[in-house]
């Protein structure tokens, strides 16, 4: 058991990386392709920049420890996180307030219907609105990167915006994208990492300061700031494939499945969309 917590195309990209560092890269994505400026800390530049070097780049050994190496945000990311309230995992002590079932089924709704329309969006883009087939996806973009992984990356942020605009009229100030939360070794508990603590521990220790922080790409919030719902997002390619939750292969988690770990730190069963199977079952 881990320390239990007590308690068309996108308008215009630009790119930070995967693992959230909250702030503005001179990356900016023209014809799909990459562009770094000189003061650009994002891992996808570090990687053009030193080709094979993960560990410095992003404090990973190689891209499967490191996952997605490309992860484009949109504005409105950044516009969520000001604006939201501060994440409070739940407690026996202290339980969130549910969502009114018919508010809970247009939340669920708006993000279902954004991620459909982030897959086309997707396909549209590279596959001129055809679906990739299996051998597509297992071709490399770049080093260390599949077609597969720069498209799950890629429709990732194509949603945001969709997700943003809806959650914005459902829930505001309720929600978050992809909330960064760490173990606390020196009392035992997980904190939130706020986009300012992000980037100090950045510049302070790279990227393996971030290693073992869990972030989910969706968190809803009752009134106070506790957190009642988890989402994640999934984009199988080919699309065939199963949408399942990953199994951590490496690192401090070893051998947790996404899901279990998000339960057993978040205090809630996180639950699973993906365009083509819609919402995954809750577990209980």
């Known amino acids: 058991m881990i320390p239990a917590a007590r308690h068309a195309v996108v308008p215009w990209l630009v790119l930070l990386s995967l693992l959230q560092g909250g702030c503005l890269a001179e990356s900016a994505l023209d014809g799909g392709e990459l562009k770094c400026g000189p003061r650009d800390l994002t891992p996808e530049c570090c990687l053009k920049q030193n080709p094979g070097n993960w560990q410095k780049c992003t404090g990973a050994e190689g891209p499967a420890e490191a996952g997605i190496s490309v992860a484009m945000k949109i504005t409105s990311v950044g516009a969520a996180a000001a604006l939201a309230l501060q994440p409070i995992i739940g407690s026996a002590e202290r339980r969130g307030v549910e969502l009114a079932t018919d508010l809970h ?35 490399l973009k770049m080093e260390g990167q599949t077609w597969g992984m720069y498209l ?27 909330p960064r939360f760490r173990l606390n070794d020196a009392t035992g508990e997980w904190e939130y990492l706020s ?24 968190v809803i919030m009752d009134a106070s700031g506790v957190i009642i719902h988890v989402y994640d997002m999934k984009f199988p390619c080919p699309e065939s494939n199963d949408a ?29 969309v993906s365009p083509h199977r819609g919402w995954e079952p809750l577990r209980k």
Do not use: M
């Open 152 to 178: 799950g990356a890629f429709k990732h942020k194509l949603a945001w915006d969709c997700i943003h605009e809806a959650l914005s009229k459902l829930l505001p100030r309720r929600y978050l994208f992809e």
């Open 105 to 139: 089924s247009d939340v669920e709704a708006a993000i279902l219907k954004c991620v459909r329309r982030a897959e086309r969006q997707g396909n549209d883009h590279y596959f001129d609105g055809e679906s990739p087939s299996r051998e597509q996806c297992a071709e």
């Open 195 to 218: 986009p300012e603590r992000v980037d100090r521990i950045l510049a302070l220790q790279g990227w393996k300061g971030l290693r073992g922080t869990i972030v989910p790409d969706i």
């Open 244 to 272: 399942n939750w990953t199994l951590y292969k490496s690192g401090r988690w070893l051998a947790y499945r996404q899901d279990d770990l998000y339960h057993q730190v978040l205090q809630v069963w996180p639950r699973l």
